[in-house]
Every structure is written in structure tokens, then in C-alpha cells.
């Protein structure tokens, strides 16, 4: 493999450790972030990684002529497209920016990416999209309906891939319906670095660990699992990664959507005591009220991706948390402690 494959929002959690597997795997990177929730350091790290040089432009999606400027500037041949806002609760406040951030970019991405000829794409969509299930596991063939504006952008820009695909047989899109992604790079370089308090169960649990933070809440222990509390499919991010490199590699004309999870669901619960584990240290925790809009169990059926993508994710909760451990705590102020950082890493080769 030999591609040069643009990845939008590759300086954020899932892009760069997705760079870092590219890379590995022999295709070039070109790497499009406003920073808007990352730093400029997880590109640092990521040439740190791999030993290769990654071109970084920092740019806004709704900028369509800067876009162009990276299509023109580079012999793009597909895109993974990252970018975009992410937090459930930000969303229901300030719904026109989610809707601009996340659709406006992505009608211009797609806009280029015609005019330019470029007709390939792996696109981030989420579980959220299926809301409160009504069966599990769950299969891509089930109800959608998401609760919360963030969740209508991830199906709105699905419906946009469909009827782009179904314009034009050139164009080969994979979406790829995400479950919960936790865990870090194994090298403890490269991780999750949320701005503020993290919304999401495994950061804040980890800055529990680290000392950031005096205790976990429990969003309820009257859910209807067996053990009171939400139960949720965690897959390794790097599983995730290795999930897009098998979606580029198997694109086939028209629009698919794929589960990428790991099958395996855990509880809250659990995911506290392996924590405590993997870390040696203690974990308060009180059990509070339901959090809004949360529901007791989300759980994917991967086998489509098991089976089209000849793909599986086989690291377990124990890997997920330890990895995402060994990041924390060698940076409990994420990629603030690296800025500077003199750490012996491969020397990067120019590029090609
Ligand atoms: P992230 O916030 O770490 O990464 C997103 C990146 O996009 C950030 O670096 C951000 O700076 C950049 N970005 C945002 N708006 C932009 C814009 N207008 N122009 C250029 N860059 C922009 O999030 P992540 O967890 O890595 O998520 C990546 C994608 O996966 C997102 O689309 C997210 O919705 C989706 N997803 C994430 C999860 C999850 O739990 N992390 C689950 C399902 C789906
Ligand atoms: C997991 C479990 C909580 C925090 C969210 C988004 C979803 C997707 C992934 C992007 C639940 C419980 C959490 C805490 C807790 N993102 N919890 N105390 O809600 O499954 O999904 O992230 O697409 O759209 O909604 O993940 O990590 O927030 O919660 O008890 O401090 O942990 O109630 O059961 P969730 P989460």
C-alpha cells in the first residue's frame, strides 16, 4: 500500500491513532484539524510514532477554498473523514453549531472531493444513531433514531452519503457506526486528551485514578442490567483503527454501513473495578441520579464487519483500561505534559 489518504480531524483522539495505523501500514497521511479539540502535539507524536512525515494543515472545514488548497496541494486519493463535534449535552445547547460544524464541513469535503475526482470515502458515524434499541445485539438493519442534535448530524450526513452514492456508481463510502471507543496507544504516547471535564465514562475515570478528580459518579444502579448499571460495547481504539484500514481496503461502489464494536458489553461497575486493577489505585464512586438521555445497554452485532471486512476487535476490557492507564498516568495533563517532550523516538524519513 502506497495512498495518500487525507484524514480530517486526524490531530483528535480516533484520527491519530487512525494516522498511526495508516502510516504503519505504508499509505502517506495529510492530516486536516482546526484544533478546535485537540493539540498540535498529537501530530508531533504521531511522526514520533511512525518515524514519517505527516503533512498538517490547520484548517477549518467550513472553509472550502482552504480545503481545496490541501486537495490541490497533495494527490489525494482517499478520505477518512474525522472532523467534526462530538459532545451530546454541548449539542442540545448550541444546536446551529453542531449543525454547521458537522454538516457544512462535510458538504464541503464532499463538494472537493467530486470536483477534485476523488471518489473514496470511510465516514465516522456513531451507535448513537440508533437511540434507545429495540433488540440485542444490535444490527446495522435496526430502527434508527437518534435523540440529541449531534446524533441527527451523524444520520443527516448518512442520508447525504446514500444519495451522493446513488448519484454516481464512482463514489465507494463506508460508514462506520462506532459503539464506545476507550483505551489508548500501548506506547502510553498517544491518548485521549478531553478539554474540561470529560463527559464520557473511561476519561473521567482515569483522571479519578490519576488524582484530577476525588470521584466517580454512577449514573444509576437501577438500570435494568445484572448489575444495576449502564452496560456498554467498549472497543480498543486501536481495534477502531485497524477497522478503518479494513474499511478503505475493502470500499466497494455505493454506501455501506458497518458496526465496529467488539460484541462484549460491560458495566460501569465493572469497568471501575478493572480500573482499580490495572492501576492499583482506589476508586470512589457515589451512585447518583440517571444521567438525561441515557439508556441501560448498547451492545453491537459486528458480524457484517466481522465478515465483509474480514475484521475483528479482540482486545479485551482489561488491554482497553490498562493502555488507557499507562497514557494517564504518564501524562495526567494529556498532551499539555508532552509539549517539549525530548523523548527517543525514530528519526522521520522524508517524504516520498
Ligand atoms: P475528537 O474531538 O478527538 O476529534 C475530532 C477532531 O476534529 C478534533 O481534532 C477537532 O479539532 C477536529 N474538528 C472539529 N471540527 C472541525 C472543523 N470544522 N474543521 C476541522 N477540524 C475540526 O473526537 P474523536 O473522539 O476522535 O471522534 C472522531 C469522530 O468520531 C467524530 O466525528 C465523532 O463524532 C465520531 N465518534 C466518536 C465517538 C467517541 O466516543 N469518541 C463515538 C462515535 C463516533
Ligand atoms: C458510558 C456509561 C453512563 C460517565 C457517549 C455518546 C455517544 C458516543 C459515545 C459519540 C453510561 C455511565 C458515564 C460518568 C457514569 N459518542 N457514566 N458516570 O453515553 O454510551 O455514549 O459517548 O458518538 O454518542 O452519547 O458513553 O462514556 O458517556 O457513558 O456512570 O461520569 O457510563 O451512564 O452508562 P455513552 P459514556
Excluded at 496541494?73 to 444546536?95: D, N, Y
Excluded at 465514562?201 to 484530577?212: D, E, N, S, T, W
Excluded at 497514557?327 to 498532551?335: I, L
Aim: net charge negative; aromatic share 6%; charged share 25%.
Amino acid at each position: 500500500m502506497d495512498k495518500t489518504v487525507l484524514v480530517t480531524g486526524g490531530a483528535g483522539y480516533i484520527g491519530s491513532h487512525t494516522a498511526v495505523a495508516l502510516l504503519e501500514r505504508g499509505h502517506r497521511v495529510v492530516i486536516a484539524d482546526n484544533l478546535a479539540n485537540s493539540s498540535a502535539e498529537a501530530v508531533v507524536t504521531v511522526r514520533r510514532l511512525t518515524g514519517r512525515e505527516v503533512a498538517f494543515h490547520q484548517i477549518d472545514l467550513t472553509d472550502e477554498d482552504a480545503l481545496d488548497e490541501v486537495f490541490a496541494e497533495h494527490p489525494i486519493e482517499s478520505v477518512i473523514h474525522f472532523a467534526g463535534l462530538k459532545a451530546v449535552g454541548e449539542s442540545v445547547t448550541a444546536p446551529l453549531a453542531y449543525y454547521r460544524a458537522n454538516l457544512i464541513s462535510t458538504l464541503n469535503l464532499l463538494n472537493r472531493m467530486q470536483h477534485r475526482d476523488v471518489r473514496k470515502l470511510v465516514f465516522s458515524s456513531s451507535a448513537t444513531v440508533y437511540g434507545d434499541p429495540e433488540q440485542l445485539p444490535i444490527t446495522e438493519s435496526a430502527r434508527t433514531g437518534a435523540t440529541n442534535p449531534y446524533g441527527r448530524t451523524k444520520l443527516m450526513i448518512e442520508e447525504i452519503c446514500r444519495d451522493l452514492a446513488a448519484s454516481d456508481p464512482r463514489w465507494r463510502i463506508s460508514l462506520l457506526r462506532y459503539f464506545n471507543p476507550v483505551g489508548a496507544h500501548p506506547s502510553g504516547e498517544m491518548g485521549e486528551d478531553p478539554l474540561g471535564v470529560p463527559n464520557n465514562l473511561v476519561p473521567y475515570v482515569m483522571q479519578v485514578a490519576v488524582g484530577r478528580r476525588d470521584r466517580m459518579r454512577v449514573f444509576g444502579a437501577d438500570w435494568d442490567t445484572p448489575d444495576g448499571s449502564g452496560v456498554r460495547d467498549y472497543i480498543h481504539v486501536l481495534d477502531l483503527a485497524e477497522g478503518h484500514l479494513a474499511a478503505l481496503e475493502h470500499l466497494e461502489s455505493g454506501c455501506e454501513v458497518f458496526n465496529l464494536g467488539t460484541g462484549r458489553g460491560a458495566s460501569v461497575f465493572e469497568v471501575i473495578k478493572t480500573t482499580e486493577n490495572v492501576s492499583g489505585r482506589s476508586i470512589p464512586f457515589e451512585v447518583v441520579g440517571r444521567r438525561d438521555g441515557d439508556i441501560a445497554t448498547s451492545l453491537a452485532d459486528p458480524s457484517k464487519a466481522n465478515e465483509a471486512l474480514e475484521w475483528r476487535a479482540d482486545r479485551n476490557l482489561e488491554v482497553m483500561l490498562r493502555d488507557a492507564w499507562n497514557w494517564q498516568s504518564r501524562h495526567p495533563n494529556g498532551y499539555a505534559d508532552k509539549v517539549g517532550d525530548d523523548v527517543d523516538v525514530p528519526t522521520p524519513t522524508p517524504p516520498d
